[in-house]
């Protein structure tokens, strides 16, 4: 029950109990009291809904604020198995169902676009409060699994926040997972001399509790805009 259909229901009792009070009292002073006890709770209810709508449209406002992309449809949170840094199977759709989730595929020698999202989610989740920090799921998964090893990746991701996931595996197992998520196969886009770098999807998407794919971020989202989402998407559910 809503806060107005409560306040509703308290006045149809409490009015009830007067109408017979008055009924059994019938006096000047009783129909008096009768008109402001009437005035009264009409003016409750009132201020009772309208602080209700306010809040109802502020929360609609944080939402319409959003700095990500507007997926349209429903796209479910995609289902594929990969390893984390510690050698253990990960099924990102069970692992992290039921909570928002950032998943992002990159790889740790990208020169500028990995760090600098993920410096910015990690300032943003660190000035946060612990309920927002504590409801967000962050996965990194690295397209380039000849230089990345588990141990590589771990350590790149634990400089920016060591509750971090991040995963590997094969190069048939990390296309399906892009595939699955929706973005396109990572493929080596120049080789020089001492390496190789890598052209990569720079979208981060951002799974609800919903399960579904919400929003999506493109490079040159700010800390204040990552700070900003994900405190209402979470606090807001």
Same mark, same amino acid.
């Given at each position: 029950?809503?806060?107005? =259909?409560?306040?509703?229901?308290?006045?149809?009792? *409490?009015?009830?109990?007067?109408?017979?009070?008055?009924?059994?009292?019938?006096?000047?002073?009783?129909?008096?009291?009768?008109?402001?006890?009437?005035?009264?709770?009409? #003016? @409750?209810?009132?201020?009772?809904?309208?602080?209700?709508?306010?809040?109802? &449209?502020?929360?609609?406002?944080?939402? %319409? +604020?959003?700095?990500?992309?507007?997926? $349209?449809?429903?796209?479910?949170?995609?289902?594929?198995?990969?390893?984390?840094?510690?050698? =253990?199977?990960?099924?990102?759709?069970?692992?992290?169902?039921?909570? /928002? @989730?950032?998943?992002?595929?990159?790889?740790?020698?990208?020169? $500028?676009?990995?760090?600098?999202?993920?410096?910015?989610? !990690? *300032? *943003?989740?660190?000035?946060?409060?612990?309920?927002?920090?504590?409801? /967000?799921?962050?996965?990194?998964?690295?397209?380039?699994?000849?230089?990345?090893?588990?141990? &590589?990746?771990?350590?790149?991701? %634990?400089?920016? $926040?060591?509750?971090?996931?991040?995963?590997?595996?094969? $190069?048939?197992?990390?296309?399906? !997972?892009?595939? !699955?998520?929706?973005?396109? #196969?990572?493929?080596?886009?120049? /080789?020089?001399?001492?390496?190789?770098?890598? !052209?990569?999807? #720079?979208?981060?998407?951002?799974? @609800?509790?919903? %399960?579904?794919?919400?929003?999506?971020?493109?490079?040159?989202? +700010?800390?204040?805009?990552? *700070?900003?989402?994900? &405190? #209402?998407?979470?606090?807001?559910?």
């Amino acid at each position: 029950m809503n806060i107005k =259909n409560f306040a509703v229901s308290i006045f149809r009792i *409490a009015q009830h109990f007067v109408h017979r009070f008055i009924i059994s009292k019938s006096t000047p002073i009783t129909y008096q009291i009768s008109i402001i006890f009437s005035l009264v709770f009409f #003016a @409750t209810i009132c201020i009772t809904c309208s602080s209700e709508d306010r809040m109802f &449209k502020e929360d609609s406002l944080e939402r %319409d +604020r959003l700095s990500g992309i507007r997926v $349209d449809g429903f796209v479910q949170r995609p289902d594929f198995i990969l390893q984390d840094t510690k050698g =253990n199977s990960f099924d990102f759709q069970q692992e992290t169902s039921g909570k /928002v @989730t950032l998943l992002y595929f990159g790889y740790t020698n990208c020169p $500028d676009i990995c760090p600098v999202h993920f410096s910015n989610i !990690a *300032a *943003a989740l660190d000035q946060s409060p612990y309920e927002v920090r504590n409801g /967000v799921e962050v996965i990194f998964v690295s397209v380039d699994p000849k230089r990345d090893s588990p141990q &590589k990746i771990r350590e790149w991701l %634990d400089f920016f $926040d060591t509750g971090f996931v991040g995963l590997t595996g094969t $190069d048939s197992d990390l296309e399906i !997972a892009q595939n !699955a998520a929706g973005t396109p #196969a990572a493929f080596v886009s120049e /080789v020089y001399e001492n390496g190789y770098s890598i !052209a990569h999807a #720079a979208w981060i998407f951002l799974y @609800t509790q919903d %399960d579904s794919l919400y929003l999506k971020y493109p490079t040159g989202t +700010r800390q204040s805009e990552w *700070a900003h989402d994900l &405190k #209402a998407l979470v606090l807001q559910n």
